[in-house]
Every structure is written in structure tokens, then in C-alpha cells.
């Protein structure tokens, strides 16, 4: 029964991105003589975009949610982990939102001034991207160097 609905929604899902997206380059455009070009379905790309980020991540939290549950329950040493790990994820965000750079900027073409929270919270998720990635390869490398050692 879980297979079948999983597989019913990931097909609908299918339909409505397809049709969005069909819509979005062949529906036409607001102003064909404007200098920059706007699709007319450019909300409602938008709109499912925005749908699809905040659906993924309710349900990406749900789900952590649970399994931290089940594991509390089976293995307390694996849930400590995970909550140690999501306490060094929330202390790297906050480290690079406070190391990142607020100075503002000014847009190119448009003029518009970009504010110091905007360009803080972008530097904030840049940094941590890069932290995330730099800690990535090191268990990589040093990873399977650990389990020879022991």
C-alpha cells in the first residue's frame, strides 16, 4: 500500500512539474519588448518551487524527528550522537553568521542596496557550506585512517 502511494505521488508530482515547467517556457511572456524578459508563469514556478523547498524540509525535519525517537528508545548512544551532531551544525551557523561580513552592497543594473542582514544570512550559509564540505572530505580522508588505528 506504501509503495503504491509513494509511487501515486511521486507520478502526480511528475504531471505538475511538467506542466509548470511547459507553461513557464511556452506560455509567452508578460512584455515581449522589455529590456528583461518575465514568463508569465513565472509565479507560479515560483510558487511551486517555494511549495516543494518547504514541504521537503517539514517533511526532511519530521522525519529526523521520529528516527530520533525510535533511537532514543533502542539506542541511547546513537540518539547522543545525533544530537551532538546538531549541536555542532547549529554552533558552526552561528559562528559564521557572526564571522560573516555585513557591509552592504549595491546591485548592478538595478541600483538596489542590499541590506546587512540579507548579505549576513547569505555569507552565514556560504561559510557553512564550505565548513560542511572542508569536514566532509576530512572524514574521508582520515575516516577509514581512525578504524585502522583502533
Do not use: H
Not at 119 to 137: E, F, H, L, Q
Amino acid at each position: 500500500m506504501l509503495k503504491n502511494l509513494s509511487r501515486i505521488v511521486l507520478y502526480v508530482l511528475c504531471a505538475i512539474t511538467i506542466v509548470i515547467t511547459a507553461l513557464f517556457f511556452l506560455g509567452g511572456d508578460v512584455d515581449p519588448n522589455a529590456d528583461y524578459v518575465e514568463p508569465v508563469y513565472t509565479n507560479a514556478m515560483i510558487g511551486m518551487m517555494y511549495t516543494c523547498f518547504f514541504l521537503t524540509a517539514f517533511l526532511a525535519v519530521v522525519s529526523a524527528v521520529w528516527q530520533f525517537i525510535i533511537k532514543l528508545q533502542s539506542n541511547k548512544n546513537s540518539a547522543i550522537k545525533t544530537v551532538v551532531s546538531i549541536g555542532l551544525t547549529v554552533l558552526v551557523l552561528v559562528v559564521s553568521y557572526f564571522v560573516s561580513s555585513g557591509e552592504s552592497i549595491t546591485l548592478l543594473g538595478t541600483g538596489e542596496v542590499v541590506d546587512e542582514q540579507t548579505i549576513r544570512t547569505v555569507d552565514m550559509m556560504i561559510y557553512t557550506i564550505y565548513t560542511m564540505v572542508g569536514a566532509a572530505i576530512l572524514l574521508m580522508i582520515f575516516g577509514p585512517l581512525a578504524k585502522k588505528i583502533k
